[in-house]
């Protein structure tokens, strides 16, 4: 199920702006990879080219490759609706859809897409929900509007929604940056369980957060502002938290930064 | 006075931080509104004033200045801006308010003489127009089906603008579409119906029809469908788009199952306030449809008749009957708006998105 992610020599524009420069990293399979580092970086804006999704912006474009296993997702031909069922992300604020149920959030990516059976759909909707771990929280209410929900049970029902397409990776823009402590911790439990099924990326500005989750971080600086953001190094997050072998990123992450 | 007197002082050397000051007791507009009016019905008296308007304008500038003046004396310069303010807030609201209320109230007075079942359900055929009788069976029906027809052909084109724009439109072609639904807002209804007039009716040589009023009322129904329509579908957050196009969803259906069931109640709004505002149109109808005296079911072959155009009609009979009928009609084709009005706020309401608290 889950993939290898390959990036070589990946840059991204708005427009004329080069957001990032010569990204090259490996994401492991059945992992999580976290992203690290300062505002305005291009963690974002890099964990988007992982599933075509820079290019919705108006005048975004992407040079460089993305390999999925061995497939080239910028290659042509490549449709990026297909990439992003393979693709899957979930968004810095939670954001379900609000005409539908709880139960037809969960069923949206797979309806919309209109390939499954309506007795199948029971299952999965139960199955993504219980992944999610907000069965229980809703089973007695799935038929009321996702919005009526908690922040932190919203984002759970997103992730619910994003795995309910059975994607091979799970892009997670910032996820808990507007939750509580405690939905937040229930965030990072999912997480560490669905590592198991999924390739999980993490962008995070919650260092703790990164320590916690990931196996192996990456850190993202910029050289200046309005310069292009760089990928400065990644390795196990244990050692990049440790004994990292860039000087920036022990300034970073011990917070000497700046 | 005795507001000034009865005025919550501040306690000397009890508000060191300053925070504390003196206000007026809560009867004081109620007060100031009495004496205004004494004072303007006295003066009134002295100048020999027989006209109440005078005096009553009288009574309102007294009022204004009083409350300025009271309250700057007791409650300080600020306060008492503030009451000015909100005073000429609520006199401009009742100068908006009073035309309103006064065509409503002369409508319903004088249209509910003849307005009856018999009046509903009959049309004018073989009616002489100088005694009583009659109705406007045929000019609600004409109404209906023109409207009907006229909004059948310009929502779907205007959503579809409205879509583009919103959702596909980048570069010149946007720029000039924008450019001409604008231009199209202008246009006024004469214009619009004189254009059809020459195509439908002047070079294809179609006669007249109630299509044909229905073509013209369609041409000004959608710039108002598409600005309203644009407007609500920017109100959809990016991120819903977002979130549908992560699931792996094609754009086109992201906007059909997303971004229009989003933005459903706004657009259905819109869509209401236009059918209420063509429903008034007179001068598309006058040259395009003509106006009948009999009922004529059928809107694509010969004249039919309209409600806007039936008031006009009676009301150039010129004899009591017809005024009568005039005013009976107009208050029809005010229900008949409000009824549509009422109709959108009840769909926007059941289709907005719920919270679920």
Redesign the interface.
């Known amino acids: 199920m889950a993939k290898r992610i390959d990036v070589s020599g990946l840059s991204a524009y708005y427009g004329k702006f080069k957001a990032i420069e010569d990204i090259s990293m490996t994401v492991e399979p059945r992992s999580v990879t976290a992203f690290i580092g300062p505002s305005g970086c291009g963690k974002s804006t890099f964990i988007r080219t992982l599933n075509r999704m820079h290019e919705v912006t108006t005048g975004a474009r992407v040079e460089g490759k993305v390999r999925l296993d061995d497939e080239d997702l910028y290659g042509q031909g490549v449709d990026p609706v297909a990439v992003r069922r393979v693709v899957g992300m979930v968004f810095q604020r939670p954001n379900p859809f609000p005409t539908m149920s709880i139960y037809e959030n969960v069923a949206a990516g797979l309806k919309l897409n209109g390939k499954v059976r309506k007795s199948e759909l029971d299952g999965i909707v139960e199955k993504s929900l219980k992944g999610a771990n907000l069965w229980n929280e809703v089973k007695d209410r799935l038929n009321r509007p996702g919005a009526g929900l908690s922040g932190g049970q919203q984002q759970r029902l997103c992730i619910a929604r994003a795995i309910a397409v059975e994607p091979q990776v799970l892009l997670m823009d910032e996820p808990c940056s507007a939750l509580d402590p405690i939905s937040t911790l229930a965030i990072e439990d999912l997480i560490g369980e669905l590592k198991e099924r999924f390739t999980i990326v993490i962008v995070t500005h919650n260092m703790q957060q990164a320590a916690r989750v990931s196996d192996r971080t990456a850190f993202f600086n910029l050289s200046a502002v309005g310069q292009p953001g760089r990928l400065i190094e990644i390795d196990e997050t244990e050692r990049i938290f440790s004994n990292p072998s860039v000087k920036a990123t022990e300034d970073y992450v011990s917070g000497r930064f700046g | 006075m005795t507001a000034v007197e009865d005025a919550v002082a501040v306690p000397a050397g009890k508000d060191p931080l300053g925070i504390q000051h003196a206000r007026l007791p809560r009867w004081t507009p109620a007060a100031v509104a009495i004496g205004a009016i004494v004072l303007a019905v006295v003066a009134g008296a002295a100048a020999d004033l027989g006209n109440k308007v005078q005096v009553g304008l009288i009574a309102g500038l007294l009022y204004v200045v009083g409350t300025f003046a009271v309250s700057a004396a007791v409650e300080g310069v600020r306060q008492a801006k503030d009451r000015l303010v909100t005073v000429l807030m609520w006199g401009a609201f009742l100068i908006a308010v009073i035309p309103l209320a006064s065509l409503i109230w002369e409508t319903v007075d004088r249209g509910k003489t003849v307005l009856d079942a018999d009046f509903l359900t009959h049309s004018m055929n073989g009616v002489l127009t100088i005694g009583p009788g009659g109705g406007l069976y045929h000019a609600l029906l004409g109404t209906i089906e023109q409207v009907a027809i006229a909004t059948v052909i310009a929502v779907p084109i205007a959503l579809l603008t409205a879509v583009y724009l919103v959702e596909y439109g980048?570069g010149r072609l946007a720029t000039a579409v924008t450019f001409f639904v604008d231009v199209m807002t202008g246009i006024p209804s004469i214009v619009a119906g004189l254009f059809v007039l020459s195509l439908w009716i002047v070079i294809l040589d179609l006669g007249y029809s109630g299509f044909a009023g229905s073509l013209a009322l369609a041409i000004l129904m959608i710039p108002v469908v598409v600005r309203s329509t644009e407007e609500m579908l920017k109100l959809v957050?990016n991120?819903?788009?977002?979130?549908?196009?992560?699931?792996?969803?094609?754009?086109w259906?992201?906007i059909v199952?997303?971004v229009l069931?989003?933005s459903?109640g706004g657009i259905t709004t819109g869509v209401m306030l236009a059918v209420a505002r063509i429903t008034g149109e007179t001068a598309p109808v006058l040259l395009l449809v003509f106006g009948s005296q009999a009922i004529n079911t059928n809107p694509f072959d010969g004249t039919q008749a309209s409600l806007p155009l039936y008031v006009y009609q009676q009301w150039a009979n010129g004899n009591q009957a017809s005024w009568d009928r005039a005013w009976a009609a107009a208050l029809v084709l005010i229900a008949f708006v409000m009824i549509l009005n009422l109709l959108a706020r009840g769909i926007a309401r059941w289709k907005a998105?719920?919270?679920?608290?």
């Open positions: 980048r957050p991120e819903l788009r977002e979130a549908s196009y992560a699931l792996g969803v094609p754009k259906k992201t199952k997303v069931p989003t459903v998105p719920k919270t679920g608290r």
